[in-house]
């Protein structure tokens, strides 16, 4: 059999090294590398976050959507703007999340004595139900990986975070 030609050559072979600024073509300052470095990884942990909560919300019959709506309802009702602003999302994936849920009778929109137009979303027996075998899950997933990653290092990764938060909220407020 003849000799084969290997599909990635040796010079084609990516390295281990990691390029520094000039060869990445970067023009942000090292502060700026480390923010874009922080939001690749939060959005990556946000992915992450997601498909976890999917598993725990699972053997409910719910989704992580579904359980942030109904966990924005847990002790209060409110407006879908109200819970779409809570959890920095766009009312109208708010607004299709709770259709959904009120179709599965978890929540039932009641008149809003404030507003006509805008009625309030509130859990029903079958939604609490749902809600606090999602929470009992939790519960037990929180603590095994508060466990293995420390109250202090969580606490210190808080801190950051509100930081992080609290500077793009300053800076979409900057004309």
Same mark, same amino acid.
């Given at each position: 059999?003849?000799?084969?030609?290997?599909?990635?050559?040796?010079?084609?072979?990516? *390295?281990?090294?990691?390029?520094?600024?000039? #060869?990445?073509? *970067?023009?942000? @300052?090292?502060? /700026?590398?480390?923010?874009?470095?922080?939001?690749?990884?939060?959005?990556?942990?946000?992915? $992450?976050? @997601?498909?976890?909560?999917?598993? !725990? +919300?699972?053997?409910?019959?719910? @989704? *992580?959507?579904?359980?942030?709506?109904?966990?924005?309802?847990?002790?209060?009702? +409110?407006?879908?703007? @109200?819970?779409?602003?809570?959890?920095?999302?766009?009312?109208?994936?708010?607004?299709? &999340?709770?259709?959904?849920? =009120? =179709? #599965?009778? $978890?929540? &039932?929109?009641?008149?809003?004595?404030?507003?006509?137009?805008?009625? %309030?979303?509130?859990?029903?027996?079958?939604?609490?139900?749902?809600?606090?075998?999602?929470?009992?899950?939790?519960? +037990?997933?929180?603590?095994? %990986? /508060? +466990?293995? $990653?420390?109250?202090?290092?969580?606490?210190?990764?808080?801190?950051? !975070?509100?930081?992080?938060?609290?500077? $793009?909220?300053?800076? =979409?407020?900057?004309?």
């Amino acid at each position: 059999m003849a000799k084969r030609q290997h599909a990635v050559n040796e010079r084609d072979r990516p *390295s281990n090294r990691v390029p520094d600024r000039q #060869e990445r073509g *970067s023009l942000r @300052t090292p502060a /700026g590398d480390a923010f874009s470095g922080v939001a690749f990884r939060v959005l990556r942990l946000a992915g $992450l976050l @997601t498909s976890a909560g999917d598993e !725990l +919300a699972r053997p409910a019959g719910q @989704t *992580s959507a579904r359980w942030q709506v109904l966990a924005a309802l847990e002790h209060t009702p +409110a407006s879908v703007a @109200t819970v779409a602003r809570a959890l920095a999302l766009a009312r109208q994936s708010v607004q299709r &999340v709770a259709d959904v849920l =009120e =179709e #599965e009778g $978890l929540l &039932v929109y009641d008149e809003n004595p404030d507003h006509a137009r805008a009625k %309030l979303a509130r859990l029903t027996p079958a939604g609490r139900s749902a809600l606090a075998s999602i929470q009992a899950a939790q519960r +037990a997933w929180a603590d095994r %990986l /508060g +466990a293995a $990653l420390g109250e202090p290092d969580l606490k210190r990764a808080i801190s950051i !975070l509100d930081r992080v938060a609290a500077a $793009l909220q300053a800076d =979409e407020e900057v004309p």
